[in-house]
């Protein structure tokens, strides 16, 4: 009986090496870098770890085939180097002693990459599965590039610069035209008036044809 | 009665607020996108520190003496250049016109190139920067073919900004954000040019001045940076031995010439706008220094950040190595640190060397980042580009970058349509009561109708053109003839006459054998190295080619010959404006000689103008 037993686990044991190993048919390398990361708040790569990977990994199983079949036992993890990086594979239950087909894989984690990822505190780039692309996320674009809203606002600035100016050019054009015809229609009315500086109706007072100073000394000057 | 004091009679042209504005202009014409993107350059190939020796020296006998030549013509003239020049003697006349034309083709492709800084401060707005990022392709599994192969900043420049054609025959269409563009900055001069230097002046206390003010801001953000130190001693360490290379000292001459912005006539213009009594000597010394001070204060912020960009290329050129070795042989994260590398290096090379060769990693060496030279617009719109993405606060860096290059080639552009308006104004192409606003405006929108060629896919190739040809045999060619022209044609007795009228003091011997002998030698000789040199190379271009064998280097082309047609006429036109002008006057003497009313005109002289 007990001889049965360790038959079963040892074939057992030995199906599952021959399974999950580098480059076996429907393997795949995972790459973690925990320390690129989160940096000082990295925790270290453990058992425990690993118990979470599989978990992950059969949720995305479970999600992807909707058929409740894949268990935690089902993914064979191996090669685990201090890199962190691992190989893993996911066993079929239901056929004895075969993998599921790499595409179904590839596939469910693709779909739950998302959640594979935070549950560990990772993105797409420090964990990687090496033969699975990720989708890229598209840049966001605003409806209207902003380059545009700028451009409009510079624009504005500017007319209302020229436009600012032209019409006070304008305005003190029409000033000073206005002011050169008063000057000049002024300078007119003062031709008529002025003379000398003196205005002509101050002229036609007698005193400024006769000089008082010599017509009053007329007697003491000797007749001739 | 006592001798009414000598009034200068008022002839109504316009002038200075005060003597600051002139000088300011002067220095903000003077200091443009050379300073930053060219002289730098220059230090760093021609030997760091050392090419500071031939600068100084084509700076004492070359530029000061020209400067101060346009500078006292002007203000004793008190015309433009073409006004000028043909008071000098009219036979000289075509030296003016040829100014103006060299000023006209200038301003032309020099606003397309603030077209470009106007384009990346727009779109320094945004969150990521765009140039940092490259796009996706079509299908969304990776990143765009020319991006990925090249960079996201040279994918920005030369497709989103320039949508650039492999080949100078292959014009394409207008590009339509550039001639937005364009058409802002057109209208930001005619905005700042548009009653001449009553705005101008107004404007160019921010234009002028705001350009330092980033500089030292980043002049102390730039020395923060890791990598600063090894850009600065790269850059000033002097390497005695490049001065015997004659190329050295004929890159000195023209750096100066081209720096000082002589013979556009755009100085003759600014100063004759000034009080005939006004010490142009010193102005010209002051201008000629502030502007090759400026020129070493900006090499210090932009060799910091090109140390910074080397150092971070460096790093990242390691750090790229670092992984592939991690991954290839499972070691720990961080176990090979840049510090260890070398020695981990040499340690598995010894023990796997088939597994480290198949790796391919590239050799990383500092001294190679830091020899990327670059100058013109590959340093402002892929170098430093690229470098304020890698700075906290990229926006703020970007958008600081730009207006302060914006504003540099701002106040170069006073200068250029100054020298284009003033000698329109005095020929009177438009009738005097029409408002001076509008001649500005004809300028401006005829420049942005012809400027348009340049938002043309092949734009940029055409703006290297006019660069090479109409912005530099030109301008040798007039200046020569303007010293010429005024030591031996005007003579140097009756000039320092009336520069000393105008200063009050005696004409130093220097002035004297500087403007006899030494310039116009010096000019003589730069003219024919340059033009030798110019002949020895075949003339080509590089072409941005996405389907060139070795992309992502550019791809080196020939000019078609109905291009190097242009290029002999663009450089030959302003020149041959010499001869031209000097002919039709004799013609016209001689038909005017034999009619008897005619009276030559009076011997002028500059004090003559205003008593």
């Not at chain 2, 990776?142 to 320039?162: D, I």
């Not at chain 2, 031995?241 to 010439?257: E, G, H, S, Y």
């Not at chain 2, 556009?264 to 000629?288: H, R």
Request: glycine share 6%; hydrophobic share 45%.
């Amino acid at each position: 009986m007990l001889r049965a037993l360790l038959l079963t686990l040892s074939v057992v044991a030995i199906a599952h090496a021959e399974l999950c190993k580098p480059d076996a048919q429907n393997a795949f390398k995972v790459r973690i870098s925990i320390k690129t990361a989160l940096g000082d708040n990295a925790y270290a790569w453990d058992a425990n770890e690993e118990y979470l990977f599989k978990a992950m990994v059969a949720f995305a199983m479970r999600r992807y085939s909707s058929k409740s079949t894949t268990q935690i036992s089902n993914v064979l993890l191996c090669n685990v180097t201090d890199r962190v990086s691992f190989w893993f594979v996911v066993t079929d239950s239901s056929k004895n002693v075969t993998t599921v087909p790499g595409s179904e894989v590839e596939a469910a984690i693709r779909m739950n990459r998302n959640r594979i990822n935070s549950a560990f505190l990772l993105n797409d780039k420090t964990l990687q599965f090496l033969k699975i692309t990720s989708t890229l996320s598209p840049p966001i674009e605003p409806s209207t590039p902003v380059w545009l809203i700028v451009f409009g606002v510079v624009l504005c600035l500017i007319v209302a610069g020229i436009v600012f100016l032209v019409v006070s050019g304008i305005q003190k054009r029409k000033k000073k035209n206005k002011e050169s015809t008063e000057r000049e229609n002024s300078e007119e009315k003062a031709e008529v008036t002025l003379e000398n500086g003196i205005p002509c109706e101050a002229l036609d007072l007698k005193a400024g044809h006769i000089n008082g100073v010599f017509a009053a000394e007329d007697e003491r000057f000797t007749s001739l | 009665l006592s001798a009414t004091p000598e009034i200068p009679k008022e002839d109504g042209r316009p002038k200075w607020d005060n003597k600051f504005q002139y000088i300011l202009s002067c220095i903000g014409f003077a200091v443009g996108l050379g300073n930053v993107w060219r002289f730098p350059y220059l230090c760093q190939i021609h030997g760091g520190g050392a090419f500071l020796i031939p600068y100084f020296i084509a700076l004492l006998f070359e530029g000061i003496p020209l400067l101060h030549l346009e500078l006292a013509l002007g203000q004793c003239l008190r015309k433009g250049s073409i006004g000028a020049w043909n008071t000098i003697s009219p036979y000289l006349g075509g030296v003016g016109v040829g100014s103006w034309v060299v000023s006209v083709l200038v301003s032309l492709y020099y606003n397309t190139v603030l077209t470009w800084v106007m384009w990346y401060f727009i779109n320094s707005f945004q969150e990521p920067l765009p140039w940092s990022v490259c796009p996706l392709n079509e299908n969304r599994t990776g990143f765009n073919e020319e991006c990925y192969e090249s960079t996201a900043v040279n994918y920005f420049w030369y497709r989103k900004t320039l949508n650039i054609t492999p080949d100078i025959a292959e014009s394409g269409t207008l590009q339509w954000w550039l001639i937005l563009c364009l058409a802002t900055c057109w209208a930001i001069v005619y905005l700042c040019t548009i009653r001449g230097i009553e705005t101008t002046g107004k404007a160019i206390y921010v234009t002028a001045i705001f350009p330092y003010l980033v500089l030292t801001i980043f002049l102390i953000q730039g020395l923060t940076l890791p990598g600063a130190t090894d850009g600065l001693i790269y850059l000033f360490t002097p390497n005695l031995n490049t001065l015997k290379n004659p190329r050295v000292w004929l890159d000195a001459a023209t750096q100066i010439f081209f720096s000082l912005s002589l013979a556009f006539g755009g100085l003759i213009a600014f100063a004759s706008y000034n009080p005939t009594k006004n010490d142009c000597e010193k102005d010209a010394v002051t201008v000629a220094i502030v502007n090759s001070m400026t020129s070493l204060y900006a090499s210090i912020p932009v060799f910091s950040v090109l140390g910074f960009k080397a150092t971070t290329a460096y790093w990242d050129c390691l750090d790229r190595n670092i992984i592939s070795i991690i991954n290839e042989f499972d070691l720990p994260e961080e176990s090979i640190m840049r510090q260890n590398y070398t020695s981990w290096i040499s340690f598995l090379n010894s023990s796997y060397p088939e597994k480290i060769a198949g790796l391919k990693l590239k050799s990383c060496n500092l001294q190679e980042f830091l020899d990327q030279s670059v100058s013109g617009t590959g340093l402002a719109f892929i170098v430093f580009t690229q470098a304020i993405i890698l700075m906290p606060g990229s926006q703020a860096w970007a958008i600081l970058f730009f207006i302060m290059l914006f504003s540099l080639g701002l106040s170069s552009m006073f200068g250029n349509i100054e020298g284009v308006f003033t000698p329109l104004l005095e020929l009177q192409i438009i009738p005097k009561s029409a408002p001076k606003e509008l001649l500005s405006g004809i300028i401006c929108l005829i420049s942005f109708l012809i400027a348009l060629c340049f938002t043309l896919r092949s734009g940029s190739y055409w703006i290297d053109i006019f660069d090479r040809y109409a912005g530099s045999v030109p301008l040798l060619v007039i200046a020569f003839f303007e010293v010429i022209g005024v030591a031996y044609i005007y003579k140097i007795k009756r000039f320092s006459k009336d520069v000393e009228w105008m200063t009050g003091r005696k004409l130093n011997l220097y002035w004297h054998i500087t403007w006899r002998f030494i310039s116009p030698l010096l000019l003589l000789i730069v003219f024919m190295a340059f033009v030798t040199l110019q002949m020895q190379k075949p003339q080509s271009y590089t072409a941005w080619n996405p389907k060139y064998k070795g992309f992502p280097m550019k791809e080196e082309k020939v000019y078609p010959p109905w291009v190097q047609a242009i290029c002999v006429l663009l450089a030959a036109l302003p020149c041959v404006c010499v001869p031209l002008v000097a002919l039709f006057h004799l013609v016209k003497q001689k038909r005017r000689s034999k009619d008897p009313r005619f009276v030559p005109p009076e011997v002028f002289t500059c004090q003559g103008a205003n008593s």
